[in-house]
């Protein structure tokens, strides 16, 4: 299985809402990222889990809780979002081999749409 | 800091024509280096990665070698289809403590006629 997968795929929801986001992958791999995109830009980096502990938080605001609550999931918490929050949210794993350039490349899922209103 | 800079586009090419999209670096040391392709309403896919030196990656007839006297890694295709039609992303990588960060070039979007 060389997939990642993301649920949902397209949500809607309001300023004050809770909703979550979800990304599962079975490739053994032990780092996973949670990245923003917005239309015509390149991904933007949001949080980094390594072995299930959170490596790199690019500043992102607290509406925004990650969560790896074990080695193949991903969660993103979300709540009291803006409309400026609306984007592309892409997960992505990858293995962890160590030295430099040994199949680091990262495998990314099909996204959640997230529209804020 | 490491960055990746890539050509503006779009670009906009007839089918069958040859293809050529720059991305240049600036990095410390000797980072792996990747081609993604996002097409439309879709995730991020690996089209072909290079990790040192003059290594060439190729895919679906798509290359890129690693000059590192040039900084450079640009992508080419000989012969464009219409289904080639994506967003290019060129990124280099840099390894933390069992991850690593990708930076990512702005993207070329490329459009292929008929």
């Known amino acids: 299985d060389t997939e990642v997968t993301q649920t949902p795929k397209h949500l809607v929801m309001g300023m004050t809402n809770k909703k979550s986001l979800k990304c599962e992958q079975h490739?053994?791999?032990?780092?996973m990222y949670w990245y923003k995109q917005k239309a015509k830009k390149p991904p933007e980096l949001m949080f980094v889990?390594?072995?299930?502990?959170?490596?790199i938080n690019e500043s992102v605001p607290s509406r925004f809780s990650p969560e790896c609550p074990n080695s193949s999931l991903l969660n993103l918490h979300l709540h009291a979002l803006q409309p400026e929050d609306s984007a592309l949210y892409l997960c992505?794993?990858?293995?962890?081999?160590?030295?430099?350039?040994?199949?680091?490349?990262?495998?990314f899922g099909p996204g959640t749409r997230l529209t804020v209103l | 800091g490491n960055s990746v800079t890539q050509m503006e586009g779009p670009v906009t090419l007839s089918e069958e024509a040859f293809l050529t999209i720059n991305c240049t670096y600036t990095?410390?040391?000797?980072?792996?280096l990747f081609w993604y392709v996002q097409y439309p309403g879709e995730g991020l896919q690996l089209l072909l990665k290079a990790t040192k030196a003059d290594d060439k990656g190729s895919n679906k007839g798509f290359e890129a070698t690693y000059r590192k006297e040039t900084t450079s890694f640009h992508l080419e295709k000989g012969s464009v289809q219409v289904s080639d039609s994506a967003v290019y992303f060129c990124a280099l990588s840099e390894l933390g403590g069992g991850y690593n960060k990708l930076i990512f070039g702005a993207g070329t979007r490329l459009a292929v006629h008929p």
């Open positions: 992505a794993s990858s293995q962890d081999r160590g030295g430099a350039g040994v199949n680091n490349e990262q495998f």
């Open positions: 889990y390594s072995y299930e502990k959170l490596s």
């Open positions: 990095a410390t040391g000797y980072p792996s």
């Open positions: 490739m053994g791999h032990r780092a």
